[in-house]
């Protein structure tokens, strides 16, 4: 059940949110009570950008409380905040602010892959610049999503250029990464930005990686094309004494993070990720079955 947050602060209805419902068949990864909010947080010539907030039941605008932005998938193309809600809620069940927000998208308008990362950027200088009026912490922000979403959110973190002229004046560097079957290398191939130019290189997260880069934990299928940028991401991150993990299911392709059982075994490793920075406390309420599927710990030895 839901209580709808009509406005920061004021008061608390029960009802089921519109932002809240999901696509038939969705599962739900908590049945315990969370409220919701809405914040536009970036005006486009194409429309407004929203960040659509899950916060815990007990939650009130003079907390501090860590805070996860979750980026859906989709090539930069396609895909909607929907895709991240089932974990939305289960963190704030576990007593962080968690939101999933919209970027702008080729199919609906028509933009580019540079646009997206200038929207991510705005995105979480938005929520660091308004963590008063979000119960949050500036200084535990954790980037997260999925696909082409968790490129963004390694991008907030390590991509240099696409800077939007009137961002927030607060750092779009998070403070964590949670990252499922990110692309993280585009070296060689060949992405068109807004202006036309191949852009591929500019928008690489692992080519920027240096010394002080947030703490990260990546998930990905060994069926995945793209496995390899993440051992190489980590291998990286390793020389440079960089905290990564980096988890594997076996066989299992791109996006499998969205399917049960994985759903909620990566949604419970990030959790213990997320406890062992001091995000959350105790252990997981997400239980699994039985006979759940374990991911492989491909990280060795690094974890300085």
Not at 35 to 49: I, Q, S
Not at 55 to 64: C, E, G, H, Q
Not at 77 to 93: C, H, M, R, W
Not at 156 to 172: G, I, M, Q, R, Y
Request: hydrophobic share 40%; with cysteine; charged share 25%.
């Amino acid at each position: 059940m839901y209580s709808r947050l009509i406005s920061l602060g004021l008061a608390l209805v029960v009802a089921a949110p519109a932002h809240g419902q999901q696509p038939k068949g969705t599962v739900k990864l908590t049945d315990a009570k969370v409220l919701t909010a809405d914040h536009v947080y970036k005006k486009t010539a194409e429309g407004e950008l929203t960040l659509h907030c899950f916060l815990p039941a007990d939650w009130k605008a003079t907390d501090k409380r860590p805070v996860i932005v979750f980026f859906f998938g989709g090539g930069w193309k396609n895909g909607a905040f929907t895709q991240f809600v089932p974990q939305a809620e289960y963190f704030a069940s576990r007593g962080i602010v968690a939101i999933s927000a919209d970027y702008r998208i080729e199919s609906k308008h028509k933009t580019k892959p540079d646009d997206a990362v200038e929207d991510a950027k705005t995105a979480i200088r938005w929520v660091r610049a308004n963590a008063a009026k979000l119960g949050t912490d500036p200084d535990k922000v954790i980037a997260s999503g999925g696909s082409a979403g968790a490129h963004l959110a390694a991008a907030t973190a390590l991509v240099e250029k696409f800077e939007a002229k009137d961002d927030p004046k607060a750092s779009c560097k998070p403070n964590a990464l949670v990252l499922f079957n990110p692309f993280l290398n585009g070296k060689g191939r060949a992405i068109a930005g807004s202006d036309g130019s191949n852009i591929a290189e500019a928008i690489s997260p692992t080519l920027f990686l240096k010394k002080g880069a947030p703490p990260c934990v990546i998930f990905f299928g060994t069926s995945d094309a793209m496995l390899d940028t993440g051992k190489e991401y980590v291998a990286k991150c390793k020389e440079l004494g960089v905290k990564a993990e980096l988890y594997t299911a076996a066989e299992q392709p791109h996006g499998f993070f969205n399917r049960e059982p994985w759903l909620g075994v990566t949604t419970r490793k990030a959790d213990e990720f997320l406890a062992g920075l001091g995000y959350l406390k105790g252990e997981p309420t997400l239980k699994l079955p039985a006979k759940a599927p374990e991911l492989k710990n491909e990280s060795g030895a690094n974890k300085p």
